[in-house]
């Protein structure tokens, strides 16, 4: 007994003389475990009780009692004092001056032409049409062919495009779009279509091997080129203000029939001259016409009970234009010089 009582004594000095080396609350855990565990110092003491006589056992029991409530009471005492400095600490390591300049964040912007997309295609939402859209990897058939384009037809040579098979492409335009849309609604129709084209064309200052297109597509019954018309001059005067008047000039598209480009009057001097539209007074925007009825009868709608007027607008070109942007290489770069300016 006399054994027990003084490994008893012993743990309470030893802990004791341990509680000042306790610097985190981690220490103090690592303390509990070492003394009060299962596999602990006093709890292995305790286990030989069972040895002592029925007298013995009440002594010692009151004085392991004491020692562990010792070893608990100190415990928690100190482990509130850590916590206590832990806090207190992190506090100071978290004390913000808030009287220093913030960080900016960098927020984004539209780039000049999704801000003309968008702005195009809102212009045509507000009309009751709807957006499409269509695959930049295309068929022939439907890049070409259903557009009365077939295999070795001469107006191809100005849309030459970038092949990944005879009969798949890098779309030259967003004109198949009509087609995709057409043999599978039934009219009336209305939709415009935005989208990246391809050609194999030299990068310069006024062209790009890839641009964008948004194609207008409106068939119904008795639509006419006066439709077409009355919708560009809207689509022109929403855009580029009020004062501005658009010109046809004949054309040929073998998909539409009659066919026109469409110029817009110029932005930068209303129609007088200037370096914008390189003194003409209108710049070139867009193509269109009044849809081929055969185009119409190959997506299985009858030319003879409808009609349709189509168009595609080069959304470069229209960007360049209100932004007075001169080299169409800068809208690729992703210069941020350059961006920052169409905030
Ligand atoms: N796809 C033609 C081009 O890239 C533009 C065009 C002309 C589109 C007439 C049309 C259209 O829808 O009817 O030059």
């Known amino acids: 007994m006399r ?14 003389s341990s509680i000042p080396a ?11 475990v070492r003394f009060l565990g299962k596999k602990g110092e006093l709890t292995a003491v305790l286990r030989v009780m069972g040895g002592l006589t029925a007298e013995q056992r009440p002594i010692v029991g009151q004085q392991a ?64 049409y709807q957006i499409a859209e269509g695959p930049e990897v295309e068929f022939d058939e439907y890049a070409f062919e259903r557009l009365r384009l077939p295999k070795g037809h001469p107006a191809r040579d100005t849309q030459d495009t970038f092949y990944i098979t005879d009969n798949i492409l890098l779309r030259p335009q967003t004109s198949p779009v009509q087609v995709r849309v057409m043999e599978v609604s039934k009219p009336p129709i209305k939709i ?39 919708s560009l001059q809207l689509f022109a005067k929403k855009l580029f203000g009020d004062s ?30 200037c370096r914008i539209c390189k003194n003409e007074g209108w ?24 009609s349709g007027f189509a168009f595609g607008i080069g959304v470069e070109r229209t960007a360049m234009g209100r932004f007075g942007i001169d080299d169409i290489r800068l809208l690729y770069e992703n210069d941020m010089r350059f961006l920052r300016q169409f905030r």
Not at 248 to 255: A, D, N, Q, V
Not at 286 to 305: F, K, N, Q
């Open 3 to 16: 054994e027990i009582i003084q490994s008893l004594a012993s743990i309470k000095e030893q802990f004791a």
């Open 22 to 32: 306790f610097s985190s609350t981690a220490d103090v855990e690592a303390a509990r």
């Open 65 to 128: 009692n004491e020692v562990r409530s010792f070893i608990e009471q100190s415990l928690a005492e100190k482990l509130s004092e850590i916590a206590a400095l832990e806090a207190s600490d992190r506090l100071k390591k978290q004390k913000i001056d808030v009287t220093l300049p913030g960080i900016m964040s960098q927020t984004g912007s539209r780039h000049p032409l999704t801000q003309v997309i968008d702005e195009i295609c809102n212009i045509f939402l507000g009309l009751g």
């Open 192 to 230: 415009v279509c935005p989208g990246k084209v391809y050609r194999a064309d030299t990068l310069d200052s006024t062209h790009s091997p890839i641009f964008h297109q948004i194609e207008g597509l409106v068939v119904d019954t008795n639509v006419t080129m006066g439709d077409l018309i009355g």
């Open 244 to 273: 501005t008047d658009i010109r046809l000039r004949p054309h040929h598209f073998p998909f539409t029939e009659p066919s026109c480009e469409v110029d817009i009057s110029c932005w930068g001097c209303a129609g007088k001259g």
């Open 283 to 306: 710049i070139e925007v867009l193509g269109a016409g009044m849809v081929h009825p055969e185009v119409l009868s190959g997506c299985g709608i009858d030319p003879e009970v409808y």
